[in-house]
């Protein structure tokens, strides 16, 4: 969980599936090291891993805070920060018969599938639990397309904006 997005409207619809199920919604954020995990073996500190996990306690403040604000999902909600891979933290999080793992999935450009994995890819092929892919917003799509042409300086035409 990021706060991108795509990863909101994961959350809300993760806050939709508990309702209905009259389940608890834990909303997981994995981090790793600077470095990743060899950094951490080459000297990092344990003080340095406590800061570490702390910015991410405070990052999952940050996302459960913009996802709901002062309105609560209904359900009653968990944080946990996790040191791992996205994908593999959730799929240990995410263990039960009963539980259901909601992921985004995230725009998937071809760059971007080379520099980075799909996190609900590799869910979908490791978790034990039903899985539930969540497509990013029209909208999103609308929005970096609009950004893309911004970062290239390409000329919007707004007929291009209306459906």
Same mark, same amino acid.
């Given at each position: 969980?990021?706060?991108?997005?795509?990863?909101?409207?994961?959350?809300?619809? !993760?806050?939709? @599936? #508990?309702?209905?199920?009259?389940?608890?919604?834990?909303? /997981?954020?994995?981090?790793?090291? %600077?470095?990743? @995990?060899?950094?951490? $073996?080459?000297?990092?500190?344990?003080? !340095?891993?406590?800061?570490? $996990?702390?910015? #991410?306690? @405070? $990052?999952?403040?940050?996302?459960?805070?913009?996802?709901?604000? #002062?309105?609560?999902?209904?359900?009653?909600?968990?944080?946990?920060?996790?040191?791992?891979?996205?994908?593999?933290?959730?799929?240990?999080?995410?263990?039960?018969?009963?539980?259901?793992?909601?992921?985004?999935?995230?725009?998937?450009?071809?760059l $971007?599938?080379?520099?980075? %994995?799909?996190? !609900?890819?590799?869910?979908?092929?490791?978790?034990a639990?039903?899985?539930?892919a969540?497509?990013?917003s029209?909208?999103? !799509?609308?929005? @970096?397309? /609009?950004?893309?042409?911004?970062?290239?300086?390409?000329?919007?035409? %707004?007929?291009?904006?209306?459906?």
């Open positions: 969980m990021t706060g991108t997005p795509g990863n909101l409207t994961a959350l809300h619809r !993760a806050a939709a @599936e #508990a309702r209905g199920r009259h389940a608890e919604l834990w909303a /997981v954020l994995a981090w790793s090291s %600077p470095g990743g @995990e060899l950094g951490s $073996r080459n000297g990092l500190g344990t003080a !340095a891993l406590v800061e570490c $996990r702390a910015a #991410a306690v @405070e $990052r999952l403040r940050e996302v459960l805070g913009a996802a709901f604000g #002062a309105v609560r999902p209904g359900v009653t909600l968990a944080g946990l920060t996790v040191r791992g891979t996205p994908g593999a933290a959730l799929v240990d999080v995410a263990r039960g018969p009963d539980d259901l793992l909601v992921v985004g999935t995230g725009s998937r450009a071809p $971007r599938r080379l520099l980075r %994995p799909s996190v !609900a890819r590799y869910c979908m092929s490791h978790a639990c039903p899985v539930l969540v497509p990013p029209p909208l999103q !799509a609308q929005l @970096e397309s /609009v950004h893309r042409r911004n970062v290239w300086r390409i000329p919007l035409d %707004p007929r291009e904006l209306t459906p």
